[in-house]
């Protein structure tokens, strides 16, 4: 791979995103964007909306007003599989692991939409060499793994489709410092072969060392962005709001 190069393109752009929950707003005007190759860090406390703003992204909510663009096509309309299909893939607790299968059906399921099974077996290969862990749990059910260990699994499941970004929605939460450390290298390694990040976390310390650019959300709304020094100075990331 080429190594970490973050484009001038935007890989994706929210534009005025408001999304509520029946009558109560959750995301009130959300204007962001995402270059090709970076980490981009959304920080904010609990309820803040990250996970809206995810699934918001993903097509599992529609907004009431705003528009969504992924490559410069208007996907805002469009439905949850077709974004996945466009590329775009999450690592979220609960979501898309399979806990009675074994570990390994679970990763050749996260490449259900590749078309060639030769290149996924080489890949299911790289990914063991990355995930030394899950190489050694492949025929456990994904059910009986440990907390990190789930996570690595999904993170897998994830770059197993080949996707053009990977949302992320506190890949951190819950676990043990030596999981947390490892998950964030993961990350930092993903970016480097060129992945584009998208990376939802209360933990700003962790995310910030693996990410280039930013947004502080709280309470529904976009309070600050900037870059990585800037955040770390920002009174929003050192205090957040709980
Ligand atoms: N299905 C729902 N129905 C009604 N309100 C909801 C629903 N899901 C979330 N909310 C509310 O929307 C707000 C944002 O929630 P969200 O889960 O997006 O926050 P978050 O930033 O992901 O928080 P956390 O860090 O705790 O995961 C919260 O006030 C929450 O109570
Ligand atoms: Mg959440």
Known sequence: MSGHVISEEHIL???????????????????????????????????????????????MIKPDKGIIRFENNDITSLGSHKRVEAGMAIVAAGVGSFPKMTVETNLRMGAYYAKNQKEVQQRLELIYESFPILKERLWQKAGTLSGGERTMLSIARAVLAKPKIILMDEPSLGLA??????????????????MTIFLAEQNADKAL???DYGYVIQKGQIVMEGNVEELRQSEYVENPVM
């Open 209 to 211: 060392e693996v990410s």
């Open 177 to 194: 410092p030596i999981m947390v450390e490892e998950t964030f290298e993961v990350i930092k390694h993903l970016k480097e072969e060129g």
């Open 13 to 59: 752009e929210l534009e005025n995103i408001d999304t509520r929950y029946g009558r109560i707003p959750c995301l009130m005007n959300i204007s962001l964007h995402v270059r090709q190759g970076e980490v981009l860090a959304i920080l904010g406390a609990n309820g803040a909306g990250k996970t809206t703003l995810l699934k918001t992204i993903l097509g």
